[in-house]
């Protein structure tokens, strides 16, 4: 979509939209980069607040996938003029809630009128230069930690068509109101070699980034992936959103999953994220550490899989 | 045979409104769909659920689910 745009170029880009990363990332100086991404989508979830809390955990996490710390957010938001104002209101106290507990703070924004409400923001963040953590670093041998659980399309799916009981729901939205500060926080001591955030094309779409960023295939272990069970039940009785087919058609030519692979287990794997976890492409060596500093922080997280040599495919998923 | 039209829905209307359809009208059961969605659902569903399931093209987005 993006093949037929102009390509400005500017020495100081250091991570531009060549290759498909989180967010873009602009050399300043020798000591600072800033990192700029935006994000924005209709209501997940019916509340407003926790709507707003979403979009915001949604579009820090970028910053956070490319090793930096939120400063500065713009609000973006559509709304139809019928929308009560206070439910207009619920929205961007949830985003304004995440903001601040990411330590940033909202600067402003733009708001449209639309039939249809969407609201996201514009964040900028710093980081070292040399801090920068693409997701096209990884290297052979490394080993992939993957931070919260997958579920969240399959389970919001099943939200729209009340299937969830309120527990359920709260996981749910607990996920994906869960800031990804605290895992990059873990993360940056541990020099690690890649990382990115997964969103959108599921956790297979974006490890097909990192596979292809780095030459590399890339090895899953699936019963190693931590899965919200309910989502595995859903995906059983085929509650699973149309997303998760389009990333299918979008990057199975490129996964050689093992026959004794669950169906229900590949499924979810496929599943689009919103507010996902974080995955880390780290040196074996210091693999122990970071999953010692996760747990300590309180994020949940496991390894997933390793970087090996080039196969046939860019991803093998085994059982 | 029972049939039940679910083009036009969304997920996971197609697939909730299969179930009910399989538990009031029982089966062979026939499923019009008008998506490649609701059609890998309704498929996951049915034969998870130990039902077979067989389906094709109506051509242009249709497609016929016939579970037994």
């Known amino acids: 979509m993006l093949s037929g745009l102009p390509r400005n170029s500017d020495p100081n880009l250091m991570v531009g939209f060549d290759s498909s990363d989180d967010a873009a990332v602009y050399r300043i100086s020798d000591e600072l980069a800033m990192i700029q991404t935006v994000d924005f989508f209709p209501p997940v979830v019916d509340d407003p607040y926790t709507f707003g809390q979403i979009a915001a955990t949604n579009a820090l996490s970028d910053v956070y996938a490319m090793g930096g710390t939120p400063k500065l957010a713009m609000n973006l938001l559509a709304f139809p003029s019928c929308l009560p104002l206070d439910v207009v209101g619920a929205i961007l106290e949830g985003g304004a809630s995440k903001v601040t507990e990411a330590g940033a703070v909202i600067a402003g924004g733009h708001s449209i009128e639309d039939q249809e409400p969407k609201y996201g923001l514009c964040v900028t963040g710093y980081a070292h230069p040399k801090a ?188 | 045979m029972n049939q039940i039209d679910a083009r036009g829905y969304s997920c996971p209307e197609p697939v909730l409104m299969t179930k009910k359809a399989l538990k009031e009208l029982g089966k062979p059961l026939t499923v019009l769909v008008d998506s490649e969605t609701p059609l890998q659902n309704i498929t996951r569903f049915a034969r998870n659920s130990g039902h077979t399931v067989a389906s094709r093209s109506l051509g242009d987005e249709e497609y016929e689910i016939v579970i037994s």
């Open chain 1, 132 to 319: 920068i953590l693409t997701n096209s670093g990884a290297r052979e041998g490394d080993l992939l930690v993957l931070t919260k659980a997958l579920g969240t399309g399959i389970l919001s799916t099943a939200a729209k068509a009340e299937l969830l009981t309120p527990e359920e729901y709260r996981e749910m939205a607990g996920l994906m109101t869960t800031l990804n500060r605290a895992a990059a926080e873990a993360v940056a001591p541990v020099e690690a070699h890649a990382c990115t955030d997964v969103t959108g094309f599921g956790l297979l779409g974006h490890l097909k980034e990192m596979a292809e960023g780095c030459g590399s295939s890339l090895e899953l272990w699936a019963r190693a992936i931590p899965i919200v069970p309910k989502a595995l039940e859903l995906a059983r009785d085929g509650i699973i959103p149309g997303g998760a087919y389009r990333n299918m058609d979008f990057v199975g030519d490129d996964v050689q999953a093992d026959g004794a692979v669950p169906q229900e287990i590949l499924d979810v794997l496929y599943d689009p994220q919103t507010a996902g976890g974080l995955v880390i492409a780290v040196p074996e060596a210091r693999g122990a550490e970071l999953l010692s500093r996760l747990s300590d922080a309180g994020v949940p997280a496991a390894a997933i899989g390793r970087v090996g040599p080039r196969g046939e495919r860019l991803l093998r998923v085994k059982p």
